[in-house]
């Protein structure tokens, strides 16, 4: 399983880098860069699923 | 202005009404179950819709809603409100296409790292006024502590003197919270503002300093110097915007702490949590409504709305909406899906969020660091806002254990 960010979704809240350091980083605006775009391990995938869970615009889907 | 009370807010809405600043949360679930878009010919006509569906659709459909105006006013806008897209105070009143380039400007200052920079100036802040309240029962944790941190941080980022704080405090409330005058009363209040900014940009056009009106000053939009009002109108925008919202977000959540003995018992065993329950404050406790005009004769999940007409655009309601949230009225501030909408949602996300929660973070932090126990010293004293920003304002707190 792998992050999907759909850029022009995010607006910057933050909530996937304040949530999961480790998988996603802010840019110069303070939108979402995804870190780790190949396949996720089982803890990573965790973390994800929160940040996805979190994002109030639903730019972040786990998807194969 | 027709100040008769409300008798029912399903047609003749008034966020003004003592009974909805003092507790809306009951009004909502009511209009969520009759409406869920209630109207009022109040303002000069409004519609306030009430479900996370219909607020999440109006903040991203740019093509019929404008920001041009985001707080009510007396009347409809008319000639009084500047036209789209720059708006009054760019870029929260402005719209595609300008919006997204006069926000890209101020992205940069508001982005986490710069925010960062600033957490051991506002944890020095949070400290000096901790210390200041010496060892009283009672504090007040609104007007003498919660008031005191966003007006400290956005002195100095914009770089006003910082003994100009109660100055500008009351400039904010003329602007926020006086909306039931007549217009040429307000115009009148907004003059001072007008004549102390002047002179704060005069300042800094002969000495500039590193903060963000020299920056305002030096900035180009595809070459050109920014025209004076849009220097103005953003200086207006970060002063207004800055203040009463962070206030009332930290208030808020001292408000909520001081009633459940067992949540402040666990924030402060478990530190940890406290990023998780800052969001759960927000989403519960969400001081932001904002405002859009109707562009067009339109109609939207079957209300006619006219040209003009006002949106009172509540993130709160959204987030207090039982269809989008599990126990959408309970505190949980263990809460870990939380796709709450407390800084808005699409393009006017909140610019100042980063900033917001690192001021809430710290204040909170040091607040329950120093009082790991307090409570409400006259739950019959405490006042809230009332306008587009709602938050506690008198908040005493009765201090029953201190570090």
């Given at each position: 399983m792998k992050i999907v960010l759909t850029s022009e979704k995010c607006q910057g809240h933050g909530r996937c880098y304040s949530l999961a350091p480790d998988l996603f980083d802010a840019d110069d605006l303070?939108?979402?860069?995804?870190?780790?775009?190949?396949?996720?391990?089982?803890?990573?995938?965790?973390?994800?699923?929160?940040?996805?869970k979190n994002c109030p615009e639903y730019a972040i889907e786990i998807g194969a | 202005m027709d100040k008769t009370p409300v008798t029912d807010f399903a047609t003749d809405f008034d966020h003004t009404d003592p009974a909805w600043v003092a507790d809306p949360y009951p009004i909502m679930a009511d209009l969520r179950e009759r409406c869920p878009i209630a109207h009022s010919?109040?303002?000069?006509?409004?519609?306030?819709?009430?479900?996370?569906?219909?607020?999440?659709?109006?903040?991203?459909?740019?093509?019929?809603?404008?920001?041009?105006?985001?707080?009510?006013?007396?009347?409809?806008?008319?000639?009084?409100?500047?036209?789209?897209?720059?708006?009054?105070?760019?870029?929260?009143?402005?719209?595609?296409?300008?919006?997204?380039?006069?926000?890209?400007?101020?992205?940069?200052?508001?982005?986490?790292?710069?925010?960062?920079?600033?957490?051991?100036?506002?944890?020095?802040?949070?400290?000096?006024?901790?210390d200041a309240m010496g060892d009283a029962d009672v504090v007040n944790a609104s007007f003498d502590y919660a008031q005191?941190?966003?007006?400290?941080?956005?002195?100095?980022?914009?770089?006003?003197?910082?003994?100009?704080?109660?100055?500008?405090?009351?400039?904010?409330?003329?602007?926020?919270?006086?909306?039931?005058?007549?217009?040429?009363?307000r115009m009148e209040r907004f003059q001072p503002v007008d004549e102390y900014l002047s002179k704060v940009i005069e300042d800094h056009m002969v000495n500039p300093k590193d903060d963000l009106t020299s920056f305002l000053l030096d900035a180009e939009i595809l070459g050109n110097k920014l025209e004076p009002h849009h220097v103005f109108g953003t200086m207006v925008l970060l002063v207004v915007a800055g203040i009463d919202t962070t206030w009332s977000a930290i208030g808020s959540s001292i408000w909520h702490l001081a009633q459940h003995p067992d949540d402040l018992a666990r924030l402060v065993a478990e530190p940890e949590l406290l990023?998780?329950?800052?969001?759960?404050?927000?989403?519960?406790?969400?001081?932001?409504?904002?405002?859009?005009l109707v562009k067009d004769d339109f109609e939207f999940e079957g209300c006619p709305m006219k040209k003009?007409?006002?949106?009172?655009?509540?993130?709160?309601?959204?987030?207090?909406?039982?269809?989008?949230?599990?126990?959408?009225d309970e505190v949980l501030i263990d809460r870990e899906e939380n796709r709450h909408a407390a800084f808005g949602l699409g393009i006017h996300r909140c610019l100042g969020s980063n900033l917001a929660r690192m001021e809430m973070?710290?204040?909170?932090?040091?607040?329950?660091?120093?009082?790991?126990?307090?409570?409400?010293?006259?739950?019959?004293?405490?006042?809230?806002?009332?306008?587009?920003?709602?938050?506690?304002?008198?908040?005493?707190?009765?201090?029953?254990?201190?570090?």
């Open positions: 303070g939108n979402a860069v995804v870190l780790v775009t190949g396949d996720l391990d089982a803890d990573q995938l965790e973390r994800a699923t929160l940040a996805a | 010919d109040r303002y000069g006509g409004m519609w306030v819709p009430v479900l996370h569906k219909d607020v999440q659709a109006i903040a991203n459909d740019t093509e019929h809603f404008t920001s041009r105006t985001v707080v009510i006013g007396p009347g409809r806008p008319g000639e009084l409100a500047p036209p789209a897209p720059i708006g009054v105070a760019p870029p929260i009143s402005s719209d595609p296409p300008f919006h997204s380039i006069a926000r890209r400007l101020l992205l940069p200052a508001f982005a986490p790292k710069p925010v960062q920079n600033l957490e051991g100036f506002t944890q020095d802040l949070c400290r000096s006024l901790l005191h941190i966003p007006v400290g941080l956005i002195a100095k980022m914009v770089g006003l003197p910082p003994e100009d704080g109660d100055l500008f405090r009351g400039f904010v409330h003329d602007i926020l919270e006086a909306v039931d005058l007549p217009g040429e009363e990023p998780t329950a800052i969001e759960e404050f927000l989403r519960a406790y969400a001081p932001v409504s904002m405002a859009r003009d007409d006002w949106i009172l655009l509540g993130f709160p309601a959204a987030n207090r909406d039982p269809a989008f949230f599990d126990r959408a973070t710290i204040a909170l932090q040091e607040f329950i660091t120093r009082f790991p126990k307090f409570e409400l010293a006259d739950p019959q004293a405490v006042t809230f806002s009332q306008g587009q920003v709602r938050g506690p304002r008198n908040l005493p707190i009765r201090i029953l254990e201190r570090a």
